[in-house]
């Protein structure tokens, strides 16, 4: 595996690539001379902390679905919501056990990347 970092629309993320054995391209002695690596940048989807909080779009889209309510208790992975972006429904799901305290999203609302979708104690 090969570590690299990639800025997408400002946002650095690093990446990991397998390297196929037996696979030859005049591409290869490029991806050797592969930049230092840059400081770690935050993931696009949230981690689990162990702590609740906001949960946030990890990138600009439409809400599909919301599944979730003021007052529900979800647990880690439990799905909160359907993103659509770039024509694929990406699940929103809880970084950790957690009970809903809002939901600021509705189905058909268009988010950017970073808006908050629901709040979580």
Do not use: F, R
Not at 35 to 50: L, T
Not at 51 to 76: E, Y
Not at 95 to 112: L, R, S, Y
């Amino acid at each position: 595996m090969k570590k690299y970092n990639i800025t997408v629309n400002g946002s650095l993320y690093e990446v990991e690539v397998e390297e196929l054995g037996g696979v030859e391209s005049s591409a290869a002695p490029a991806a050797a001379a592969a930049p230092k690596a840059a400081p770690k940048a935050k993931s696009a989807a949230p981690k689990p902390s162990g702590q609740a909080g906001a949960v946030n779009a990890p990138m600009p889209g439409t809400i599909l679905s919301v599944d979730v309510k003021a007052g529900d208790s979800v647990k880690a992975g439990d799905t909160l919501c359907i993103l659509e972006a770039m024509k694929m429904e990406n699940e929103i799901v809880a970084p950790v056990d957690a009970t809903v305290k809002g939901v600021h999203v509705n189905k058909g609302d268009t988010v950017a990347n970073g808006d908050l979708l629901i709040t979580l104690e």
